[in-house]
């Protein structure tokens, strides 16, 4: 059962253009979301998250969105860089217990020069 | 700050035998995770620790699988013996707490083959 769902497994974009990554959930106890970013050969490296209280938060040119209702997060990048080319993964967390991370299957982005 | 260190980085070996891999954390950090991540998935969690305790092993299949973190600091998980499916790339990850708002910082994983 994938509680967390990227639905899109690749996605292409101009240089300069705006990125938007999309992100479903199903389980209404999660409260707490983040975003990895992930190159080749490196581990997965924390880029931005966002607590179920908030409906946006902005970190440079990341922006996650949280729409609790339709249980759907989504991450733009504006603009869009050529090095920001990597897997993005979504992640959930509960706010009690283990807070552990149930993670998406990820995103891989391309951004052309 | 130096980050969470893993070795080996990869490693090929037939099934039914059995391997080890080993997890330096971020100096300080409490909480050490194992995850598995398969071709084409998100990273799983195995287990969990907080210090040398373990938090949660809900997922690790114990029938082969085993961790330990004897003096809450480094961390070795093994697997004996493997299967064809446990080919994946094993992730340690470090966290200061457990809470929410805790970041967890990786280390550049091992790639296991198993052949």
């Known amino acids: 059962d994938q509680q967390v769902k990227q639905n899109s497994p690749s996605l292409s974009v101009q240089e300069g253009r705006i990125s938007i990554l999309n992100c479903d959930y199903t389980?209404?106890?999660?409260?707490?979301f983040l975003w990895y970013k992930k190159y080749p050969a490196e581990g997965p490296t924390f880029l931005i998250s966002?607590?179920?209280?908030?409906d946006k938060n902005e970190d440079g040119r990341f922006t996650v969105f949280l729409n609790k209702s339709a249980k759907h997060l989504s991450l733009h990048i504006v603009p869009s860089q050529p090095g920001d080319s990597a897997v993005y993964f979504c992640?959930?967390?509960?706010?009690?217990?283990?807070?552990?991370?149930?993670f998406g299957t990820g995103t891989r982005l391309k951004v052309l020069a | 700050e130096a980050g969470v260190a893993q070795s080996p980085r990869y490693k090929i070996i037939e099934k039914r035998q059995s391997v080890a891999f080993w997890c330096n954390p971020i100096?300080?950090?409490?909480?050490l995770y194992w995850y598995q991540q398969i071709l084409g998935q998100g990273p799983k969690l195995l287990i969990q620790?907080?210090?040398?305790?373990?938090?949660?092993d809900s997922q690790l299949p114990k029938d082969r699988f085993s961790a330990e973190r004897l003096k809450g600091v480094d961390s070795t998980l093994k697997i004996q013996p493997a299967k064809l499916e446990d080919s994946a790339v094993y992730l340690c990850?470090?966290?200061?707490?457990?809470?929410?708002?805790?970041?967890?910082?990786f280390g550049p994983g091992t790639r296991l083959l198993v052949l």
């Open positions: 966002i607590s179920s209280i908030k």
């Open positions: 100096s300080g950090h409490a909480t």
């Open positions: 389980n209404s106890m999660f409260d707490y």
């Open positions: 990850a470090s966290s200061l707490g457990i809470g929410v708002g805790e970041t967890q910082y």
């Open positions: 620790f907080q210090n040398n305790g373990v938090v949660d």
């Open positions: 992640a959930a967390s509960g706010t009690s217990g283990t807070y552990k991370y149930i």
